[in-house]
């Protein structure tokens, strides 16, 4: 069965501390997503993974292919940061199965 | 370019109401996926279109969703009678070439059936 499980589920942080979320999968996936839903509920696509690492300002998105895990990491983080955090598979057609999501808060 | 655009932000109504929800793409973009959220199943593709074909509907829950794409510009999800728990926040995106890159979401349409 095609499974994307996300950890944690709520993660509360002081501003400046490093970020990490971490997504697992139960098999091979052709793509991986990580998107961010703010407050006011829109989504925004982060990052498009379908191996190795991709960096964006203080956003950085790793996945390792043999261990069938991506972690999304943030730096310096701020209380704009704050957003659900939802990674999303693809396991090898355009149907993306989603992740429950992560609730990150920063608190000033 | 302006992004995905959805219409309307927001749709109250009552049960046993039509409701359309519409869809207007990026420019250049093949693909175009209906998405709904609920607190209760998250995030799920409800159909997708490519080249304004629809390619699979499996997710659509049941005969009262339709949805078309009668051009490249411009798409429809129709609930037609409108329930309770069809209650949901809708969200369309397009892309160049399906998921193996970003996906562009528009803001979505809160429904709420009442």
């Known amino acids: 069965k095609n499974e994307v499980e996300q950890s944690p589920q709520n993660l509360t942080a002081q501003e400046g501390e490093f970020i990490t979320i971490n997504c697992s999968y139960s098999?091979?996936?052709?793509?991986l997503h990580w998107l961010q839903q703010h407050p006011g509920g829109g989504i925004v696509s982060l990052f498009m993974?379908?191996?190795g690492k991709k960096k964006h300002g203080r956003l950085i998105a790793t996945i390792n292919i043999q261990e069938k895990h991506s972690s999304l990491h943030i730096t310096a983080s701020h209380p704009r940061d704050s957003a659900v955090y939802i990674c999303?598979?693809?396991?090898?057609?355009?149907?993306?199965?989603f992740g429950t999501g992560t609730r990150l808060t920063i608190i000033p | 370019d302006a992004g995905v655009i959805q219409s309307p932000r927001h749709e109250v109504t009552e049960m046993g109401q039509e409701v359309t929800l519409r869809c207007k793409p990026i420019?250049?973009?093949?693909?175009l996926f209906w998405y709904r959220q609920t607190m209760m199943r998250g995030l799920e593709l409800l159909i997708y279109?490519?080249?304004?074909?629809?390619?699979?509907d499996s997710g659509m829950p049941e005969d009262r969703f339709s949805a078309k794409m009668p051009n490249a510009s411009f798409s429809t999800l129709k609930i037609q009678p409108s329930e309770p728990r069809d209650s949901a926040v809708y969200f369309c995106a397009s892309s160049r070439t399906g998921v193996i890159e970003k996906l562009f979401f528009g803001s979505g349409t809160q429904l709420s059936v009442l």
């Open positions: 993974l379908s191996s």
């Open positions: 420019s250049g973009h093949d693909y």
């Open positions: 279109f490519n080249n304004n074909v629809p390619i699979d």
């Open positions: 098999v091979g996936i052709s793509a």
């Open positions: 999303a598979a693809s396991f090898g057609n355009e149907k993306l199965t």
